[in-house]
């Protein structure tokens, strides 16, 4: 289509609004990487505010790994799928624009892993947490297909005030190198414990959980729950909290 220079014109276009979204006014921007509108009126690609009106009720899924001819299989109310996934590093930065746009458009995958989202950049000094961050990149890792279903996957790992208020729970190892918290660490298993406990809870009274499937928990070196100074050299832990947990557990052995 070929559209006049310097002369009025009618353009028709046609928006589906995900079903997560809540009632409420938001202005509307086109993605620039796809298609630019330049003149005196519109900034930034924003050209036209829109108001839902009602939010949309939906029953959660119902998820579970049941036997499905012979074989352990994911069912999502009651229907069985195949799910592949895989695991980018955590990083503030959300590409999800880049992503091939057939594979929403033509239906070919509905099952996603969400980006990592990091405790350690939603969890305050002060004990308070970011939800309006956890939400924004939830919403927007779900921009990709509206029409999908999403694993919310979190990330759990201390901030750096945490790290620096609590010294002895930090992996120490055999040079004296301080490489992360502790898996001992009774004190950040508490505490972070609590603060994705909260993160689930209100993510359970938000629109878009019932666009949820399930919910992983990533941590540790590589995101895999694997403990810091672990390798092929050296020794692991000689953390204050590493010593005591070994003793109570000599304790309650012998």
Known sequence: TEWPANKP???KFRMKVPDFINAGRYTLQLDMNRFKITNDLIYDNKFMDVRFVKTIEADPLTTEVANYNGAPTLMIDGVPEAFMSFLLP?????????????M??????NLYLSFDID???????DGSIDYDKF?????RDMSFNPDGYFMLSIGVNPPDWWKELHP??????????VTGVSLTSQVFKEEAGEVVRNLIAHAMEQSYWNKMFGIRLTGMKTAEWLQYGAGLEGSIDYSPSALKGFRDWLKEKY
């Open 168 to 177: 002895e729970e930090m992996c120490i190892d055999d040079e004296g190198n």
């Open 90 to 102: 955590i990083s503030e930065e959300r590409h999800v624009d880049t992503a091939p746009s057939d």
């Open 119 to 125: 405790t350690a950049s939603l969890w305050k000094k």
């Open 9 to 11: 014109f009618t353009v």
């Open 135 to 139: 939400d924004s990149i939830i919403i």
């Open 104 to 109: 929403s458009s033509k239906g070919d995958m």
